[in-house]
């Protein structure tokens, strides 16, 4: 049975707590908007009324090979199977229908390079090249179920390789270009990968990443060995092959036939796994299938980012996160799309990339995270005024409370008060966006508004009830919903223990939010032992775990800090062991060495050495003591402490 998460009185933030401001979308953007007010009105009492309908709906609008027998198997509860029976392969509506169509010639992708060179690619041509390594996957013995790990930038290679393994029926699981080769190592051996696909090098800020060399030194580490290994020219940096496991992909595809036809997938066969942190133990592999994954997917890309066939979509996020898969890739591309990659540092060679980018490819909706808006907010207004602004017609941010001030800021000189600027709410296991304004709501600063149409929210105390408004609480989904994840691979306890069991018959989100008398929701972040550095998710155990490998540290709590531009860094408390001292020396090696197990997610801010560490009884750190001080807050019930 999962702990109970600490529910204190949830305190919202000074700045959030006056955010009176409300802005109405303009005449123009409610006449051109895809969902109207009036049918955003009528999609809420449809979904309400007979959500099975409301989401059957959905699933119309997409090809698929075969009926579903039901629109949602809810037998045993909380593995739910979405459109069971249904046969379907998100690629064909990623890809193969589009080639039908006047999108056949269309743009699919715009990549761009840290150095800046540029390659684009139409609906055609990106279907061919999946095709020729889907053949080629399929000759090194790669078949469906195998799980086949990317360990790659943002490059176009990455998301011919995303749609090459799943048109085949494989399961891709990306793994941030930016973890370490031990983070990487555990990634492998848990989704037991049967291939590698990964780059030379590539480039960021400046630099060449070499990432091939990374994935040896991982390989290196013993455990799960994969039997191949695909590696694609970037940095064309010099790497070491190894006979009979490694082989270039510029020479696999080139014998490929430019033909595959989709496999068929069931429903409720697996997509992808990709890894995220939980409050307790090792990363969790979060699993989503082919069915309800692109229902949901398709239907708030459309939806949320208001698409037409002229725009230039831009996802700044990393093919690595959720939000790459979902709203980068798949989202886009299902909607027949144009949507722009970039490879690298987002201020690189100067703080004008981001707006310089906007400006050369004429994009239209920009889809970011906050800590790079505070970030570029400290370099004035001035900067994005040098650059061609006007085809922005849409914002949107995710990944961590936007706080008003940096909405204002976003909506005025980036948005020139016109765009609508929407804050999505969702998670990796969400799968979709589940809690976000439309381009025709009425917004408020700092606010994600309401659940979109068919998703059933709610702000509840730690026994379930719902709290009274403006009161904080635990943030919960109460009915299932298409993308959802399907578990967590290999580990089903585990997914009913942290997802279902803490508020019975709920889906558990980690995250606390405020209701305001409008039903509308503000995020206050995490109810449990998770961090979220710079919208990246990092467990304070992991966190632990990674100091306590280091030989000076006897014992460590981590905790999270608010941060002005990374939203939350992590401040360490350090217990050394026998014969270490604190010193400036020790505190630079514990920080490196951190990077080095966890990858440069692992950002540690402060760190202090106090003579012990508070805890319970039985020995467990009670980390909430020390996060509350840091934060000045009201420590709470301390029975049962130890000091
Ligand atoms: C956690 C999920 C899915 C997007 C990328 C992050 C936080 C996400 C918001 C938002 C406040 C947000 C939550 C959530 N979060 N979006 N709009 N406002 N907080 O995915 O790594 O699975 O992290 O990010 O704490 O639980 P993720």
Redesign the pocket.
């Known amino acids: 049975m999962a702990e109970h998460p600490d529910t204190p009185d949830f305190a919202p933030l000074d700045s959030l707590l006056h955010e009176e401001r409300v802005f109405r979308p303009l005449p123009e953007t409610l006449a051109a908007a895809l969902v109207s007010p009036a049918r955003l009105r009528q999609a809420r009492e449809q979904a309400e009324a007979d959500p099975l309908a409301f989401w059957e709906e959905a699933a119309e609008e997409l090809d698929w090979f075969g009926r579903w027998d039901q629109v949602l198997d809810d037998a045993s509860p909380p593995f739910y199977r979405w459109f069971p029976g249904g046969r379907c392969n998100i690629v064909y509506n990623a890809l193969d229908r589009h080639i039908q169509t006047a999108a056949k010639n269309r743009l699919a992708l715009i990549w761009e390079g840290e150095p800046g060179d540029c390659r684009t690619l139409t609906y055609y041509e990106l279907f061919r090249h999946v095709n020729r390594f889907a053949n080629a996957l399929k000759s090194l013995g790669v078949r469906k179920g195998d799980r086949v790990v990317l360990y790659m930038p943002s490059l176009p290679e990455t998301v011919i390789a995303m749609l090459a393994v799943a048109k085949i029926g494989a399961v891709h699981s990306l793994v941030f270009a930016g973890y370490s080769a031990k983070a990487l190592k555990d990634r492998i051996d848990d989704a037991r990968a049967v291939c590698v696909i990964t780059v030379d090098g590539f480039y960021r800020n400046g630099r060449v990443l070499q990432l091939k060399q990374v994935l040896d030194d991982a390989l290196l580490l013993g455990g799960h060995a994969p039997e191949t290994v695909v590696v694609c020219h970037r940095a064309h940096v010099d790497v070491e092959m190894q006979d009979g496991r490694d082989y270039w992909y510029e020479e696999l595809v080139r014998a490929e036939r430019p033909q595959c036809p989709c496999e068929v997938m069931d429903s409720n066969d697996m997509l992808f796994v990709l890894y995220?942190?939980g409050a307790t133990g090792k990363p969790k592999g979060i699993v989503h299938t082919h069915g309800g994954y692109m229902v949901g997917v398709s239907r708030t890309f459309r939806w949320v980012f208001d698409i037409n066939p002229t725009d230039i979509y831009w996802c700044t996020?990393d093919l690595g996160?959720?939000?790459g898969h979902?709203y980068a890739v798949y989202g886009p591309l299902m909607a027949g799309a144009t949507t722009v990659l970039y490879e690298g540092h987002p201020l690189y060679p100067q703080a004008d990339r981001l707006w310089s980018t906007i400006a050369r490819y004429g994009v239209t909706i920009l889809y970011t995270?906050?800590t790079l808006i505070r970030m570029l907010m400290r370099f004035g207004k001035e900067l994005p005024r040098k650059h061609d602004l006007s085809t922005l017609r849409l914002l949107g941010?995710?990944?961590?409370?936007?706080n008003p001030e940096a909405w204002v800021w976003l909506h005025k000189h980036i948005g020139r008060q016109q765009c609508p600027l929407l804050?999505?709410?969702?998670?990796?296991?969400?799968g979709m966006i589940m809690?976000?304004p439309l381009p025709a709501s009425l917004l408020k600063p700092g606010s994600?508004t309401r659940p979109l149409p068919g998703i059933v929210a709610d702000v509840v105390d730690a026994a379930g009830a719902p709290v009274p408004p403006d009161k904080g609480g635990l943030l919960v989904i109460k009915t299932p919903w298409p993308a959802m994840l399907a578990g967590i691979y290999n580990d089903p306890d585990r997914y009913v223990e942290e997802y279902w069991s803490v508020i019975p018959g709920a889906y558990l989100?980690?995250?606390v939010a405020r209701k305001d008398e409008d039903g509308y929701l503000w995020?206050q972040?995490?109810a449990d032992d998770?961090l979220?550095i710079a919208?990246?998710?990092i467990g304070a155990a992991e966190l632990e775990s990674g100091l306590v490998s280091h030989k000076a540290v006897a014992e460590a709590a981590v905790v999270g800090v608010p941060d002005a531009i990374r939203g939350e860094v992590a401040k360490a408390f350090v217990i050394l062991a026998e014969g270490y001292e604190p010193a400036s020396a020790l505190i630079k090696e514990l920080k490196a060495h951190l990077k080095r197990e966890l990858g440069p997610v692992a950002v540690l801010g402060a760190m202090e050495f106090p003579a012990s560490l508070p805890k319970t009884r039985s020995g467990k750190i009670v980390r909430r003591i020390l996060k509350a001080r840091e934060r000045g807050e009201e420590v709470g019930d301390v029975t049962g402490v130890e000091e």
Not at 397 to 402: H, I, Q, R, Y
């Open positions: 995220t942190s996020a996160w959720i939000t979902s995270v906050p941010s995710v990944g961590e409370p936007l804050d999505t709410w969702w998670q990796t296991e969400t809690v976000s994600v989100t980690g995250d995020m972040g995490r998770v979220v919208g990246h998710r």
